[in-house]
């Protein structure tokens, strides 16, 4: 007889991963924020700001216009740095 956990470890393992990052939407722009909640995009917000010189530390990253799609599919570019960053809401750009 097989045993109950090692079903269900089977099943476990083949579920797809729930925990997959969502990417950003090619042709908008996000603030880093909100690029964090979207996935995990930290790592590739510090590479792009530390790319062009600009701050890495967390609030700097959170407050930067990034554009989603440049360079491929969910990838990001850095825009600039923001005094404020709004949320443009659901389907629309942020903004600075």
């Known amino acids: 007889m097989v045993k109950l956990s090692t079903i269900n470890l089977a099943v476990v393992c083949a579920l797809p991963s729930l925990a997959t ?29 530390k790319r062009v010189g600009a701050p890495t530390d967390n609030i700097s990253l959170w407050y930067t216009l990034y554009y989603c799609g440049a360079g491929g599919d969910g990838w990001i570019r850095f825009i600039g740095n923001c005094d404020k960053c709004y949320d443009g809401g659901a389907g629309q750009s942020d903004y600075c």
């Open 21 to 49: 990052a969502a990417k950003c939407t090619n042709g908008l722009y996000y603030c880093g924020y909100n690029l964090k909640k979207k996935g995990d995009y930290v790592g590739e917000m510090y590479a792009e700001n």
